[in-house]
């Protein structure tokens, strides 16, 4: 496929992205896998899911926040310096200084990230748990994002005997996690070792 029958083939798509896709195509000579990936990490393409997902996952209080008359400073500073202690600082004397002026009621929230707008595909508000599995997160089971977990779960012997209790430990699914990182990779390995509709639990595989 041609980048032009590409590109033409994408609605609403804006005159700078073409002229971008078309100079990444015929001076810097890529291919449309990597302009496509370009494109979309600089939010000149959205993928019409992102905008279901952010639906899906808008928490009213939190869009409130950003628009307060002080979450401007806040964005302006991480935008520039990243998250430091500056900016926990800064949050916490801009909420206080609300308060007292406002008296309306208390806020106090200890994550800038309520205040900044989520951008990049992020489907979620906080930026302190950035360097969290998203199965250690609050949000997993609110967004549903166990499917692999409940999948790994729902895997049993034809004698009722789950997957996850067979290996003489009820922490199986922790065990599970801290090796492969996450419950996706752990259900593909799984996956790749048995035909999952045909395990069989040790006590039926050596009778």
């Not at 393409?45 to 409130?64: A, G, I």
């Not at 994002?145 to 999948?151: A, E, P, Q, V, W």
């Not at 801290?178 to 990779?185: A, K, R, V």
Request: glycine share 4%; net charge positive.
């Amino acid at each position: 496929m041609s980048s032009m029958s590409s590109i033409s083939s994408i609605s609403s798509i804006s005159s700078k992205t073409y002229t971008a896709w078309n100079l990444l195509s015929s001076v810097g000579c890529l291919p449309d896998e990597i302009i496509l990936k370009i494109v979309y990490e600089f939010n000149g393409l959205q993928h019409p899911v992102v905008k279901l997902l952010f639906n899906e996952t808008k928490v009213d209080e939190w869009e409130r926040l950003r628009k307060l008359p002080f979450s401007r400073s806040i964005q302006t500073h991480y935008y520039k310096h990243g998250l430091d202690n500056e900016l926990l600082t800064l949050l916490n004397d801009k909420q206080n200084l609300y308060f007292i002026y406002n008296c309306s009621s208390y806020i106090h929230f200890k994550d800038p990230g309520y205040f900044i707008r989520r951008e990049h595909g992020r489907l979620y508000y906080t930026l302190l748990n950035d360097n969290l599995n998203v199965n250690e997160t609050s949000y997993m089971n609110l967004w549903k994002l166990d499917r692999s977990k409940k999948n790994i779960e729902s895997i049993k012997c034809g004698c009722g005997k789950r997957y996850i209790y067979d290996f003489g430990s009820p922490n199986h699914l922790t065990t599970l996690l801290e090796n492969y990182g996450s419950y996706t990779h752990s259900l593909h390995s799984i996956k790749k070792k048995y035909k999952i509709n045909k395990w069989r639990c040790n006590r039926c595989y050596n009778e």
